[in-house]
């Protein structure tokens, strides 16, 4: 989840859980019969006059639609602000001119130097994608290790992974994040007869 | 004579490393919550403005609502509802204000390699449970200690080994945590 939309979960959460409050003290502060000592108009019961009014009004319903219309589609954009697009598309290569187009898919290298760090001692498997992160291009791998595994050796294929991928991509600007998971039970060894 | 060449030497640079992945906290869950509750209140002005129009067959909700609540007067049962409200409104100051959940552990790489803490407990127990001498083991591990648990056959020593094979193990960490050891002996458990 890109940090703009953390962001804004977050200042929207704030205005939410401030509104919660005051709402929650004011029903408690009324209910108690302490809410007349600082607000002396507290009404003794609840008229709700003004809402009546409104419903009843002409212009209601066009202001009730036009609202509910803004509240669903500022809810849909909030939503689909979560969905991840940071994938990364082609990317083009050196020596693209007049004659054609040379463009790399980013992915299929990355996935080739996952299977490669799949092929170290005791790294059982590992994927990987290529996302955009702040405007730099991230390949991020997984991989799930054993729990007997020596991590200085698949650290080391890590490296290696990364710097020969950084090779085929041609990019100085790419960025690498490998993520090793340990899998809970040792795998079995098979058994050599 | 020129020197020997190893192959970190013809190995070209590795990737620059990307930043530690973070996790949003449970302000990544609540954010879509609020949203999917304004959707609904959005569609439910709608509704309501079709129904006041005419043009949908029904009754409106929101004057059921107001209808319902009219002459409603001051009552005990309002103070705690309203500070369970409160309690809500502060749990959502709280998750809004917590900061991003930062759960993994860099090894010492060239390029960005991370271990999240529940791997590191994973490592610990299972290196825990290579040494000689413990019948079980279990780990818990936040990013800065790591604690284990062990039930040997004896005390005399097993601590030390299992601290020893541990911290072996999670060398490769760039800030290796404190490690902590608990042994239990069949004579503690029975």
Redesign the interface.
């Known amino acids: ?1 890109s940090r703009s ?2 962001g ?7 205005l ?18 302490w809410l007349v000592q600082v607000w002396a108009a507290a009404p ?5 006059r003004t ?2 009014d409104a ?1 009843s009004a002409s212009w ?6 036009a ?10 954009w ?2 689909l602000a ?1 969905v991840p697009r940071n994938r990364v598309g082609d990317l083009p290569l050196r020596g693209s001119g007049r004659g054609g187009r040379l463009a790399l898919d980013p992915s299929g290298a990355a996935a080739t130097a996952a299977d490669v760090l799949a092929a170290t001692p005791g790294v059982r498997s590992a994927s990987s994608r290529v996302v955009r ?2 405007g ?1 291009l ?3 791998v997984s991989a799930t290790v054993e ?2 595994a020596d ?2 050796a ?2 080391v294929a ?3 992974v ?6 085929v991509l041609g990019r100085d600007d ?11 039970r ?1 795998r079995r060894q098979r058994r050599v007869s | 004579m020129s020197a020997p060449v190893s192959d970190a030497d013809v190995r070209p640079p590795s990737m620059r490393p990307a930043a530690a992945p973070a996790g949003s906290g449970p302000v990544g869950v609540v954010g879509p919550l609020l949203a999917v509750l304004l959707l609904a209140l959005g569609v439910l002005l709608v509704r309501d403005a079709l129904v006041t129009a005419g043009t949908v067959s029904g009754s409106a909700w929101l004057p059921a609502v107001v209808d319902g609540l009219r002459g409603t007067g001051p009552a005990g049962w309002l103070v705690p509802a309203g500070a369970v409200v409160v309690l809500v409104g502060l749990w959502l100051v709280v998750v809004a204000l917590r900061p991003r959940s930062r759960r993994t552990l860099p090894l010492t790489s060239d390029t960005g390699v991370f271990l999240h803490v529940r791997d590191v407990a994973r490592l610990a127990a299972g290196a825990a449970g290579d040494v000689d001498g413990v019948l079980d083991a279990s780990a818990s591990a936040t990013r800065r200690k790591v604690t284990v648990t062990v039930s040997g056959t004896a005390a005399a020593g097993l601590r030390e080994d299992v601290t020893e094979a541990v911290t072996e193990r999670l060398a490769a960490l760039a800030s290796a945590p404190r490690v902590s050891v608990l042994v239990r002996t069949p004579e503690e458990s029975s």
Do not use: I, K, N
């Open positions: 989840m939309v953390v804004l979960d977050r200042v929207l959460t704030l939410a859980g401030l509104l919660v409050v005051a709402a929650g003290a004011a029903v408690a502060a009324w209910g108690g019969g003794r019961t609840l008229q709700l809402a009546s419903f209601w319903p066009w202001a009730a639609g609202a509910g219309v803004v509240a669903a589609l500022l809810a849909l909030w939503l979560h992160e702040r730099s991230v390949v991020d729990p007997t991590l200085t698949v650290v890590a490296d290696a990364t710097a020969d991928l950084r090779q790419t960025r690498a994040r490998v993520r090793l998971g340990v899998a809970r040792a």
